[in-house]
C-alpha cells in the first residue's frame, strides 16, 4: 500500500480514469456489435444510420486516448467495409 501522498492520488485517479476507459470501451463495442447485427440482417439503412453514430464514438475514444489513432482508424475501415458490402 502506497505510504506517500502523491502515490495515494495517483492510485485514485489512475482508478478513476480506468473506470471511464472500461466506459468508453463497452460502449464503443456495443455500436460496433449493432452495426455487425444490422449487416448480417442486410438492413443497409439501419446499417448506415449506426455505422454513423459508431463511427463518432469510435473517433471521440481515440481522441480521448482510449484507443490508438490507427486502431480507431481500422476499427472505422472495416465497419465502413462491411456496411458497404451489402448493397
Same mark, same amino acid.
Given at each position: 500500500?502506497?505510504?506517500?501522498?502523491?502515490?495515494?492520488? @495517483?492510485?485514485?485517479?489512475? &482508478? +478513476?480514469? +480506468?473506470? @471511464?476507459?472500461?466506459?468508453?470501451?463497452?460502449?464503443?463495442?456495443? %455500436?460496433?456489435?449493432?452495426?455487425? &447485427?444490422?449487416?448480417?440482417?442486410?438492413?443497409?439503412?439501419?446499417?448506415?444510420?449506426?455505422? &454513423?453514430?459508431? +463511427?463518432?464514438?469510435?473517433?471521440?475514444?481515440?481522441?480521448?486516448?482510449? %484507443?490508438?489513432?490507427?486502431?480507431?482508424? @481500422?476499427?472505422?475501415? @472495416?465497419? +465502413?467495409?462491411?456496411?458497404?458490402?451489402?448493397?
Amino acid at each position: 500500500m502506497a505510504n506517500i501522498k502523491s502515490a495515494k492520488k @495517483r492510485i485514485s485517479v489512475i &482508478a +478513476t480514469k +480506468t473506470e @471511464r476507459n472500461k466506459a468508453i470501451k463497452s460502449e464503443v463495442k456495443t %455500436y460496433i456489435k449493432k452495426v455487425e &447485427a444490422a449487416v448480417a440482417a442486410k438492413d443497409a439503412a439501419v446499417a448506415k444510420e449506426v455505422l &454513423a453514430i459508431a +463511427t463518432k464514438k469510435i473517433d471521440m475514444a481515440a481522441s480521448k486516448g482510449v %484507443y490508438h489513432k490507427n486502431n480507431a482508424a @481500422r476499427k472505422v475501415s @472495416r465497419l +465502413t467495409k462491411a456496411v458497404n458490402s451489402i448493397n
